[in-house]
């Protein structure tokens, strides 16, 4: 099982250009979640999706959209990157929300704006 | 506001304990998770707990107190390779996933 696949690694972006961020799951869950991180502050929501054909906003939405046409994957746009957006950005899925419910993540995509 | 509070850094060394606390203020609770997370790669999960007490996983366990606001992970017989962020989250009454900053942990031999 390949889990929680995120394109691309590593991407380096002039500001004002645009970027899409593609995330594949392979566990059929229903739940998906975009992250940024950044030093010294925890994991923050920028959008996420309670099944196919939703999305809904989290704590940093501002410059970022998301589809999920299909319940596998969720797309991550930047329609005209800032260097505020410089960040490392993981997808997470899950089965559930509640309970014991455990996220799973990419490996993550080092994004740099200049 | 929503907080998360956890240490930044820890040090011990190799077949010892160490305790890394996690307090928090959060708009309700549903349960409070701990993340590993090496270097460059994803965070994976370690514990859950939603309970008061202690939760046993081998070397780790997880201590919750839902009326102090407090968690903490133990590790015991320290390994190199436990060398790692330990990052707490909150889910708080809108089921969404309130995340400390981490504690950075550095095993030494």
């Known amino acids: 099982n390949a889990g929680v696949t995120q394109t691309p690694k590593f991407r380096v972006l002039k500001t004002g250009q645009s970027m899409t961020l593609l995330c594949a799951q392979d566990?059929?869950?229903?739940?998906m979640y975009w992250y940024r991180q950044d030093p010294g502050m925890g994991l923050r929501l920028i959008h996420y999706s309670v099944g196919e054909g939703t999305t809904a906003k989290g704590e940093v939405p501002d410059g970022y959209n998301v589809s999920r046409l299909k319940k596998q994957n969720f797309l991550l746009g930047l329609e005209s990157a800032a260097p505020s957006q410089t960040s490392v950005y993981f997808c997470?899925?899950?089965?559930?929300?509640?309970?014991?419910?455990?996220?799973?993540f990419g490996a993550g995509s080092r994004l740099t704006v200049l | 506001g929503q907080n998360i509070d956890q240490p930044t850094e820890m040090t011990a060394t190799e077949g010892a304990i160490v305790q890394i606390n996690c307090t928090y203020q959060?708009?309700?609770?549903?349960?409070l998770f701990w993340y590993q997370q090496h270097a460059g790669e994803a965070p994976t999960f370690l514990s859950y707990n939603v309970l008061d007490g202690l939760e046993e996983k081998g070397r780790f366990s997880s201590f919750l107190s839902r009326s102090k606001g407090y968690s903490y992970l133990l590790l015991k017989e320290l390994q190199m390779k436990d060398s790692a962020s330990y990052l707490c989250?909150?889910?708080?009454?809108?089921?969404?996933?309130?995340w400390g900053a981490g504690t950075k942990l550095i095993i030494k031999p």
């Open positions: 959060t708009s309700g609770f549903n349960g």
């Open positions: 566990m059929n869950h229903e739940y």
């Open positions: 997470a899925s899950s089965l559930q929300e509640s309970g014991a419910n455990v996220l799973t």
């Open positions: 989250a909150v889910r708080d009454s809108n089921y969404q996933l309130i």
